[in-house]
């Protein structure tokens, strides 16, 4: 009476997660304990001596109960995992969702030659002989094969009816048509621009991680057709133009949100040129920091050329091509560091800087930029000293002191036996080591320990605590701690 009760079938057609376990809950305790029973009935039988050979009727249905068992409960776990990583924004390769279709059909089949084996053992054995164990196999074998075929996707449509069903979700808390309006356009967009499954993925993933999503959607409603996209990093594409992490989006204030969508949209439908584009967004650039891809593309240039390299992508550290896959806020960042250390891409500063940067073993774009900056600074320091100690050299007429103290530090940095290298690596080593533990001991922090060393290197100095004398290392921590709340640097 309890196997019947707990083999009974339930088809659902809930679409998702739902759909995949919901159906099975009713029976599957019941297949637990017959594929328990038919591998501890294969063990029994094998230490009595007795026949395991598929030829015994006996053993044959013990092992077509397990094995059709076990590729059952693999083909339900990973139907569960795939519908819930789709949930989540996650996709998972070709390769396995191929597999994961391959073991749904095989577990179909295995089951189905059960259902034939155990009849026909049935059919075969006279009305006594008939076990306990006869009757849970071919249930068993019923329920997951009715299960598996009422209920029969692919993988490819599990992710599709999980995604479809997080998106719904997400789509019917927003607050106003004008949002959903903006959501359908950026999910269609998104799924223009990368497929239907890779495009829902990029979406959910980057919705998730959106706090206000009425509010955010909101924003895009401007007195035109925004194109608005993510991508596969969680960023937002407004108009080709701005690629901006949502959150970064919404701090920019409600005003200067509307200038750089109308401004973008009119660019995009090339109502104004991209001179004009740049003049209207520069105030607003120089306020919240952010960059444009027009400029962004004018960065890469600039880089790559100061590399001496047309493609930055093929620049080598150390072995390492870090430059390859730079994402947006990386090549702000390299620019920035150029622009501002490097004081306007200057050579000789470049020079110096890359050459440290190769020398401290970089990673990674945010070592570069720290190795660099960290070198630059120390430079700066020695020219000022020089400086301090001579400000009147004796130099050619149309030299300036400051040039001439430039070339005297960078000859002396490249030319004398990699010494002042080999000293300055020295002191950003023990710096790092001296940071290493503090950054690690809390959160947030330092994305690696080199930003963390340039870091406290650049900033020890807090006027309002102590003007005279830098904060130690642990002080310093701590207040950049109390400052933000998100990873402090890249």
Known sequence: MLTGTIMTFTPLATLGITLVTGSAIVGTPGAIYSTGRSISKLLDRGKHDQSISLSNAEARGCWISTIAGVLSFGNMASTSLLAKSAANGNLVSAEVRTFCTSLNVTSISMNGIGILNSVFDLVNKKTEDITALDILQLTTSIFFFTNSLVNFKTANEIVKDAQKVTIDSMRNKLQDEAS??????TLRNTKKQSGRMHGSADFIRAVKHIDNKSEFFQALVIDGNVKAKFNREGLVNINKELIIHPRAFMQINETQRAEILMHST??????????????????????????????????????????????????DINGKKIFENMKPHEIDRLDNVFENTGKKYNQKFLDVGIEFAKRAQCQNVSEFCAAFEYAIRQMEAEIKSSRNLNPYPSRPENVSAAEFYLKQTYDEFMNNNNNKFIELKNSFDLLQELCKQANNDGSPNFGNTMAAANHYDKHNIFPTINPNNPLTVQEYFSIAREMTSQPIIW
């Open 180 to 185: 959903r309006k903006n959501f359908d356009n």
């Open 266 to 315: 009119d660019l995009l439908n090339k109502k104004i040129t991209l001179v004009e584009f740049n003049a209207k967004m520069a105030q607003i650039v120089k306020i919240n920091r952010i960059a444009f891809e027009n400029k962004r593309s004018t960065a890469y240039a600039k880089i790559s050329k100061a590399f001496n390299n047309p493609n930055l992508k093929n620049v």
